[in-house]
């Protein structure tokens, strides 16, 4: 249910834009330059994901969704999905705000054969085919993994807006590793809170049909992109998310609107007339 390196495989790869929408597009919406970094933060926080196995406390978290994180949850609306991570987040509960996510319906309706032929390549990320339990149990785990690298983007972005996320930061007399440490400081998350969240509609044929091609990667009913006008510590910042329907529910495919012409799981700072404006102008006209 993702971050630049999402044009390798789909859970954090919206389709693209139709011809004219939203502002002037970036090659290819600025996120291929950092797409080699963050594919290899996935592959680190896959093994962090295999490495820590399953949670035997996992059976035992109450209605609200504990803080063991793993488990998923649907939601009626793309809103309640949105609302929902970002309100786990400001409670400090990252593991529940994951289950906003979609994991084991991705997995079941996942075919390696339509994602290959969509995107006419297969790459180091691409998941295995759904061959076996043992292939999809993997499964599950890469997109795990994916899930943590979009919400760790998320929080460094809520954090230290003004630091580019994908570049290496070096420590030197005037940084220090305790800075860092300083800067990435939970406490302001408490701030956080989702002002708006706004659906994003286009009715050209091309948008739509590209569309049930992703979802029918996943065997999934629909997907959505929304717009997310969000209150932090540092001021409104607007972001995007993809959505995912299975039958009635809801849940978060990746953190990424690429109609909004914002690099996947990243922030920009916004006014709240700024965030409108340019959620109307991802909506286009339908003319």
Same mark, same amino acid.
């Given at each position: 249910?993702?971050?630049?390196?999402?044009?390798?495989?789909?859970?954090?790869?919206?389709?693209?834009?139709?011809?004219?929408?939203?502002?002037?597009?970036?090659?290819?919406?600025?996120?291929?330059?950092?797409?080699?970094?963050?594919?290899?933060?996935?592959?680190?926080?896959?093994?962090?994901?295999?490495?820590?196995?399953?949670?035997?406390?996992?059976? %035992?978290?109450?209605?609200?969704?504990?803080?063991?994180?793993?488990?998923?949850?649907?939601?009626?609306?793309?809103?309640?999905?949105?609302?929902?991570?970002?309100?786990?987040?400001?409670?400090?509960?990252?593991?529940?705000?994951?289950?906003?996510?979609?994991?084991?319906?991705?997995?079941?309706?996942?075919?390696?054969?339509?994602?290959?032929?969509?995107?006419?390549?297969?790459?180091?990320?691409?998941?295995?085919?759904?061959?076996?339990?043992?292939?999809?149990?993997?499964?599950?785990?890469?997109?795990?993994?994916?899930?943590?690298?979009?919400?760790?983007?998320?929080?460094?972005?809520?954090?230290?807006?003004?630091? %580019?996320?994908?570049?290496?930061?070096?420590? %030197?007399?005037?940084?220090?590793?305790?800075?860092?440490?300083?800067?990435?400081?939970?406490?302001?998350?408490?701030?956080?809170?989702?002002?708006?969240? %706004?659906?994003?509609?286009?009715?050209?044929?091309?948008?739509?049909?590209?569309?049930?091609?992703?979802?029918?990667?996943?065997?999934?009913?629909?997907?959505?992109?929304?717009?997310?006008?969000?209150?932090?510590?540092?001021?409104?910042?607007?972001?995007?998310?993809?959505?995912?329907?299975?039958?009635?529910?809801?849940?978060?495919?990746?953190?990424?609107?690429?109609?909004?012409?914002?690099?996947?799981?990243?922030?920009?700072?916004?006014?709240?007339?700024?965030?409108?404006?340019?959620?109307?102008?991802?909506?286009?006209?339908?003319?």
């Amino acid at each position: 249910m993702s971050d630049p390196h999402a044009l390798a495989h789909p859970p954090a790869s919206p389709p693209p834009p139709p011809p004219g929408a939203g502002r002037p597009a970036r090659a290819p919406w600025v996120v291929a330059a950092g797409a080699a970094v963050v594919a290899l933060a996935a592959v680190v926080a896959l093994v962090v994901v295999l490495v820590g196995g399953d949670d035997d406390g996992d059976a %035992d978290r109450d209605a609200e969704g504990g803080s063991g994180g793993g488990s998923e949850r649907g939601f009626d609306s793309p809103e309640e999905a949105v609302t929902f991570m970002v309100e786990r987040l400001a409670a400090g509960e990252g593991g529940v705000a994951a289950e906003a996510f979609a994991v084991e319906p991705l997995v079941e309706g996942y075919s390696y054969e339509a994602q290959a032929e969509r995107q006419g390549a297969v790459t180091f990320t691409t998941w295995l085919p759904a061959a076996s339990d043992g292939y999809d149990e993997i499964n599950e785990d890469v997109r795990r993994g994916e899930v943590a690298v979009e919400l760790r983007s998320l929080v460094r972005n809520v954090l230290a807006p003004e630091r %580019d996320q994908i570049v290496t930061t070096p420590l %030197d007399d005037d940084l220090t590793a305790a800075d860092l440490v300083d800067e990435l400081s939970p406490e302001p998350l408490s701030e956080l809170s989702a002002a708006r969240v %706004d659906e994003i509609d286009r009715s050209e044929e091309a948008y739509l049909k590209t569309l049930e091609q992703q979802a029918a990667v996943y065997g999934a009913d629909e997907l959505r992109m929304v717009g997310m006008l969000l209150d932090t510590a540092e001021g409104q910042m607007m972001g995007g998310a993809t959505l995912v329907r299975y039958d009635d529910e809801w849940a978060v495919l990746s953190l990424s609107a690429p109609l909004l012409d914002i690099p996947a799981s990243r922030l920009v700072p916004a006014s709240e007339q700024e965030y409108l404006d340019a959620v109307e102008s991802a909506r286009g006209s339908d003319d």
